[in-house]
């Protein structure tokens, strides 16, 4: 199968998928800011729930919340008032970055662009951590904002 | 009634657990992979499965493979981020008897589920 790179082409059906998870299952509208590149030493959100793609073409999707954030979204989810971020909350920010990256990969499936595998989610947590990448890759990030506060969808994917 | 629910997600499980309580039933059991699922079924009888497709250990969809081919015919709704029509046809093909895509819709799932039950009251 022919490698495809991935380009900014296909960055919105992965913000398609934002839109809907947060429409259908939280109930909430997600506004959409400018997507921008980002520089290399970019600081990571406190929350980063991430999954590699592979297949025909190679990248990451990571969705990047400030803590209260995760832990507001998680507890909409279950329907409840949630407090701390523990394995509850890290458990349900990999389930939201698995469906994020499972809708978009069917969408572009459908448009018989990139057929993708994705990778189980890994959550990576704390204030002070760095996440490096291959120097021909490039990270776009998506902001967006929404009841339950501010967070953001990073694409990293080799650069054409 | 009693209902499994198999999801590596703690949060995913908690959740189809809320739906089949709205949906009527009041025993749940939980699995966290196909494997769990598989061993599950050899012990109790269930109402309805409800089966995500990526786990470790055991995929779901060869879990449901496993279960039919013991000849359980308990119905399976698969429950899954796997959106694309060739896995649909796939899962259908294996013996799924129905299919919600992640993310859905608490209410359509509850429905679903509902659905799902009656037909295989019908069929018994």
Redesign the interface.
């Not at chain 2, 895509?101 to 608490?106: L, N, V, Y």
């Given at each position: 199968m022919a490698t495809v790179k991935i380009n900014v082409q296909h960055i919105n059906p992965f913000v398609d998928a934002v839109h809907e998870l947060f429409d259908t299952m939280l109930g909430v509208a997600a506004k959409r800011g400018n997507p921008r590149r980002l520089p290399k030493d970019a600081k990571p959100q406190e929350v980063v729930g991430m999954i590699g793609i592979s297949g025909s073409a190679r990248g990451v999707v990571a969705a990047g919340f400030p803590k209260d954030t995760s832990i507001r979204v998680v507890g909409k989810l279950l329907c409840c008032e949630l407090t701390e971020f523990d394995d509850i909350v890290s458990d349900g920010i990999a389930e939201v970055v698995n469906m994020i990256a499972g809708n978009a990969k069917a969408k572009l499936a459908e448009n018989h662009e990139a057929p993708l595998d994705l990778s189980l989610p890994t959550v990576l947590s704390g204030s002070d951590f760095r996440i490096e990448s291959p120097a021909d890759c490039i990270w776009i990030e998506v902001p967006f904002t929404s009841a339950l506060g501010e967070f953001e969808l990073r694409l990293m994917f080799e650069a054409e | 009634m009693r209902a499994l629910v198999v999801d590596d997600?703690?949060?995913?499980r908690?959740?189809l657990t809320?739906a089949l309580e709205r949906a009527g039933i009041q025993e749940v059991d939980h699995a966290k992979d196909g494997q769990e699922a598989v061993d599950a079924c050899k012990t109790t009888d269930f109402e309805i499965i409800l089966m995500d497709w990526?786990m470790?250990n055991m995929l779901g969809i060869d879990a449901v493979r496993e279960i039919r081919g013991s000849g359980k015919s308990t119905p399976i709704v698969m429950v899954?981020?796997?959106?694309?029509r060739k896995r649909v046809i796939e899962a259908l093909q294996a013996g799924a008897n129905n299919y919600i895509?992640?993310?859905?819709?608490?209410n359509t799932i509850v429905e679903k589920i509902k659905v799902v039950i009656d037909k295989a009251k019908m069929v018994t």
């Open positions: - | 997600s703690a949060v995913m908690k959740m809320t990526n470790p899954t981020t796997e959106a694309e895509i992640k993310p859905f819709d608490a």
